[in-house]
T-cell receptor
Framework: RKEVEQDPGPFNVPEGATVAFNCTYS??????FFWYRQDCRKEPKLLMS???SGNEDGRFTAQLNRASQYISLLIRDSKLSDSATYLC???????????FGTGTSLTVIP | DGGITQSPKYLFRKEGQNVTLSCEQN?????MYWYRQDPGQGLRLIYY???????QKGDIAEGYSVSREKKESFPLTVTSAQKNPTAFYLC????????????FGDGTRLSIL
């Protein structure tokens, strides 16, 4: 079983829509959780960390559900510039190894 | 990310040739990592290093070698033993202070001639 699993999509949504991605992880001892954004042919860039109580950064909201072992990312009022691949990342043990999902592709349509 | 420099941006390898990808950082981060990304796939860990003069194999270390002689530098050599080297190679760094994320350089694209 993979350490981290994501629905690859693609998700095609109109501008202004709300879209949510989930990511499941297999190890209940996982410590830290992050969402990264990766544009085509570019490096991943940190979008936000995911905290136990949930956290929000502008139009983006991240949630962690330890009981069900998943994290989620909600994007409100989608912009064309939100089109990218979103990677969820989980760390385990001492936090020195990072496990990346394969990414969820989002296209925001005018 | 600012502070992590990968070079070259594009690299072409001939059959039987070893090539070295550079990764330099000025963030004073403790840990450095090398990943490989193939089209439409996730990142796979090649090697990582937590301190100078020490490194560990990741999931796909065969055909690769690394060194960590300085905190700032973690070069990756793709040897001739790596039969399918064409990929996007990403270097990442991380500080050990708290549960901090990794930060990435802008990558090197390696192709076979």
């Amino acid at each position: 079983r993979k350490e981290v699993e994501q629905d690859p999509g693609p998700f095609n949504v109109p501008e202004g829509a709300t879209v949510a991605f989930n990511c499941t992880y297999s190890n209940s001892a996982s410590q830290s959780f992050f969402w990264y954004r990766q544009d085509c042919r570019k490096e991943p860039k940190l979008l936000m960390s995911v905290y136990s109580s949930g956290n929000e950064d502008g139009r983006f909201t991240a949630q962690l559900n330890r009981a069900s072992q998943y994290i989620s990312l909600l994007i409100r009022d989608s912009k064309l510039s939100d089109s990218a691949t979103y990677l969820c990342v989980v760390t385990q043990n001492t936090g020195n190894q990072f496990y990346f999902g394969t990414g969820t592709s989002l296209t925001v349509i005018p | 990310d600012g502070g992590i420099t990968q070079s070259p941006k594009y690299l072409f390898r001939k059959e039987g040739q070893n090539v070295t990808l550079s990764c330099e950082q000025n963030l004073n981060h403790d840990a450095m990592y090398w990943y490989r990304q193939d089209p439409g796939q996730g990142l796979r860990l090649i090697y990582y290093s937590q301190i100078v003069n020490d490194f560990q194999k990741g999931d796909i270390a065969e055909g690769y070698s690394v060194s960590r002689e300085k905190k700032e530098s973690f070069p990756l050599t793709v040897t001739s033993a790596q039969k399918n080297p064409t990929a996007f190679y990403l270097c990442a760094t991380r500080t050990f202070l708290g549960n901090q994320p990794q930060h990435f350089g802008d990558g090197t694209r390696l192709s076979i001639l």
